[in-house]
């Protein structure tokens, strides 16, 4: 289990097993290992890994005009326990935070 967050710090996501999970457990994506990215439920580029747990999304991916396809939903994930907080990063030009919506 790997906690994800946004620059500002925040939890945003837990990822379980190549699945993404929001911070209230939902199943909201999948992680493309050989690419190193996140998709959403339809196959869409979602973002990517910054500073070693920091979730973002690269305006200038190579990956946003693709489509993986559908992996399938998986079950929620249940007590998604707060990890807390980490410190402000200040994120690189091209990079934003991603909106993750439940």
């Not at 790997?2 to 939890?11: A, C, M, V």
């Not at 911070?23 to 999948?30: Q, T």
């Not at 290992?33 to 580029?45: L, W």
């Amino acid at each position: 289990m790997n906690f994800l967050f946004n620059s500002k710090g925040e939890h945003v996501a837990t990822l379980v097993n190549g699945q993404l999970h929001s911070s209230h457990g939902k199943n909201i994506g999948h992680y493309i290992e050989n690419n190193k990215i996140f998709i959403d439920m339809h196959g869409r580029y979602m973002g990517e890994l910054v500073h070693g747990n920091r979730l973002v999304y690269n305006r200038n991916s190579k990956y946003k005009s693709e489509n993986y396809g559908n992996y399938g939903n998986y079950e929620n994930i249940d007590n998604c326990e707060n990890p807390g907080s980490y410190d402000a990063i200040k994120l690189k030009s091209g990079y934003k935070d991603i909106n993750i919506l439940e």
